[in-house]
């Protein structure tokens, strides 16, 4: 099985790098998620199921969906909020 | 795929940096012994000892408990830091979507449940296979981000005080495992023989509801609005 | 060469491609990305080199990952949170203001 570790391990550098040499940020985002899944078949060959769940719920889910919404949160807005008094009123305790 | 970065110079101070640390690293890796005892069998045998057959969950929460309890905390830290960045007093008085459309909606009903139950069975089976708190916690997690997506759960529900009570429930209650000891004749996260494995088992069931609340707090608390005119 | 060490060398890999991105690449959230993915090299390393023993793999790494992971999704959501209230307060996604180093971006 050393040639399919070899090749799992190429394809994982090789989306890391396409990833990292984006323009386009949503592209990036998901090719994150598209890694983040790579790697939990990576930690199956390695014998640790534990890790591979984690990193398929955690590392892919979650923080694929943080990292889309602060995407849309930059786009959504064309000009920042405006600084009032910061502080001037304490949220719900 | 993407354009090769001929349009992007090569930026030579961090290339420099990057073949410097990958040089150290490599070499540290390959200077190891390639064929090392390790820790498993004294930890295969211990977990045996301890009654938890997942030795990857005995180790988290009984051998280097005193890891665990300070990654929550860190976990908790990382949560109220986001809570407090909020950008406005009443930011999370909105919704994220008006309303569910029908395929999410519709989808959504179904798969919250199951994934409920879903994070319920990976922490029960979490001491006899692949499984544990965080596994749970995390599919709960997503139920909460699910929920927030299509409408069903409120931002402002991030910052009230029954979620801050289930975000503060897991921590305390593992400090408080942790501490009890120190009234009998133990140590710190010594846990008493007879009773480890109802401790352990309250414990990730608590840590498996603050991991879920605090990842569905991370994600509502810095969730953006979809409606840019009510900026006030 | 067994196949861990195929696997702890990608993650060396990894780790100085994440640590290139992170130094080169202006805007933050590619920043976080690639923090990222440092992340997961190191990750790679830990586990691939736990499992040089011959019988199990060595559970105490695969725990030290576990919670790895979860640290690194919270380092992720509170940098974005950071990186939207920057932008909130400055209205810029970098550091420096556009074109001021010479990057096109």
């Keep these: 099985m050393l040639a399919f570790d ?16 984006q323009a386009k940020l949503f592209k990036s985002v998901v090719m994150f998620v598209i890694f983040g899944l790579f790697m939990a078949i990576a930690w199956i060959r390695l014998a640790s199921p534990d890790v591979a769940l ?14 889309l919404d602060a995407i849309g949160h ?6 920042p909020y405006p600084t009032g008094p910061e502080g001037a009123g304490e949220p719900d305790a | 795929m993407s354009r090769m970065p001929e349009r992007r110079r090569i930026r030579v101070v961090p290339l420099l940096v990057s073949l410097v640390l990958f040089a150290i690293v490599m070499r540290a890796v390959l200077a190891l012994p390639t064929s090392a005892e390790g820790l498993s069998g004294a930890m295969t045998a211990g977990a045996k000892a301890s009654g938890i057959k997942n030795v990857v969950t005995a180790v988290l929460l009984d051998f280097r408990g005193y890891d665990t309890l300070l990654e929550i905390a860190v976990l908790m830290l990382a949560t109220v830091a986001v809570l407090s960045l909020r950008a406005r007093p009443d930011a999370l008085s909105r919704k994220i979507t008006d309303t569910a459309g029908p395929v999410l909606g519709s989808l959504t009903r179904a798969f919250v449940p199951i994934m ?8 029960w089976i979490g001491s006899s296979g692949p499984g544990g708190a965080f596994q749970g916690g995390a599919v709960l997690g997503a139920a909460g981000i699910l929920l927030a997506l ?10 009230g005080r029954p979620m801050r ?16 000891p120190l009234f009998g004749d133990g140590t710190l996260l010594q846990y008493p023989d007879a009773s480890r494995k109802d401790l352990l088992l309250l414990v990730e069931v608590l840590l498996t509801l603050s991991i879920g609340a605090s990842l569905t707090s991370l994600f509502l608390a810095s969730a953006s609005d979809t409606s840019a005119e009510e900026r006030s | 060469m067994s196949s861990h060490y195929v696997y702890a060398m990608g993650g060396v890999v990894l780790f100085a491609l994440g640590t290139y991105a992170l130094l080169a690449r202006p805007h933050l959230i590619h920043k976080v990305i690639a923090a990222n993915f440092m992340g997961s090299g190191v990750f790679l390393v830990l586990i691939g080199l ?10 105490v790494p695969q725990a030290m990952v576990l919670t790895g992971i979860v640290v690194t999704v919270a380092m ?9 209230r920057y932008y909130s307060a400055t209205g810029m996604t970098t550091l420096d203001a556009p074109g001021e180093d010479g990057e096109r971006r």
Excluded: Q
């Design chain 2, 150 to 159: 299509s409408g069903y759960a409120r931002p402002r529900w991030s910052a």
């Design chain 3, 76 to 84: 992720t959501a509170l940098g974005l949170a950071i990186v939207k």
């Design chain 3, 50 to 59: 736990g499992n040089r023993t011959a019988a199990e793999p060595d559970p």
């Design chain 1, 54 to 67: 984690a990193e398929a719920a955690i590392g892919a889910g979650v923080t694929g969906a943080l990292m």
């Design chain 1, 6 to 21: 070899i090749l799992l391990v190429a394809t994982i550098i090789w989306i890391a790098v396409g990833s990292l040499s």
């Design chain 2, 116 to 123: 409920i139950v879903v994070a319920g069975h990976l922490v």
């Design chain 2, 165 to 180: 009570w289930v975000l503060a429930v897991g921590l305390l209650t593992f400090i408080g495992v942790a501490l009890l």
């Design chain 1, 74 to 79: 930059l786009r959504s807005r064309e000009t």
